[in-house]
């Protein structure tokens, strides 16, 4: 069996390591800033030196291609270089690698491929200096409007759009360079797990079947401000307990449901926020995600439940936003799992818990996705972490999966 070369993965990991380096054993490495400038300059000398051609389209995505040997659509391979402030080193960018280092394990081993293999750099994923998150995979296909997004601002730098920094970027190519159903065999993406699971279970790689639906829903507690040493407890409308009982309430109810539910109240905000003054506004979110719609709905009729008045404060709540589940092509799912075996590797079925491009891709044309396991669990920050010996193990199954699609008649 074929396989990468682990000096080359390990050389890919080190060497964009080092653009936007935090010192830190992480990165900053924001969209189109001029870190992600470099490692995109790093990326495209390197496609070059193994014969591939570059394309980019009108979202400055790029798109590294080796040609086969009939004209073919393209199986597609990649994913994002830009990261959230103080990340890893392996969020995107290892998507990234191991699809140029399964490119040029085919080029330097001479392996014969009917299909051109592309490997591709999506531009913002993360939405952390231009928001939203997946901007350039959604504006292509067709989830988000072009001209919002090329508004959207920097937070770094007030007043300055997307817009500028993709015409200053000198990667802003033609609309007619998007990836296009009818160029396009298939689109794998390998990504990190982010979370604990396959490190947990001993295992290699997730054979990731679909990405998780998910609601968001924002709740408000309308109480009555007072001072904090004249009102008695019996009087007090404090709209801050009022939260704090429905969040206890929440996970009461939410722990009740299936295991692999996650659910979260990350953020919360008091008014006024004095520690002299009785709350009399607050508002809490709830993030909860699963791959079977049903429980969702359970989700909901747990929501439903909250009486409109908790501890005398009013209750209201509101859908912030959800995604329904996304399902990857199952042909491709059984490839890399069929890879895997082929490879030895331990491997289980898995769900995405967080939102990838190929979600938004697989609307366009076949798609999955690879995981490999993180470290302890962790994902953007600095100790985020994947010994090169899992890389190139992903690395591998991908080889192994863009072999069997090419072969596929
Ligand atoms: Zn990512």
Redesign the pocket.
Known sequence: MIQCNYERMEDKIKTFSRFGDTGKGGITRFSLSDEALASREEFVMRMEAIGASIATDDMANIYATIAGTEDLPAIVSG??MDSVRQGGNY??IL?VLTAMEVAETIVKEKISHRHPITVIVWTN??GARFEPAMMSSGVICGKFDKETMLASQAKDIPGYTFREALEKSGFKGKEENRLDSSKTKALVEL??E?GPVLEAEGMDIGVVEGVCGMINYEFTFTGQAGHAGTTPMKYRKDALYAAVKTIQYLHDELDQLDSKLVYTTGKISAHPNIHTIIPDEVKITLDARHQDPEVIKQVLAVIKRIPSVVEQCEVSYEEAWSRKTVSFTTELVDYVEKSAQECCYSNRRIYSG?G?DAQFAIDLVPTTMIFVPSVGGHSHCEIEYTPVENCLKGANVLLNTILHIDKEH
């Open positions: 994913s994002h969020d995107g998507g994923e993360e990504h990190i982010q967080p990838h």
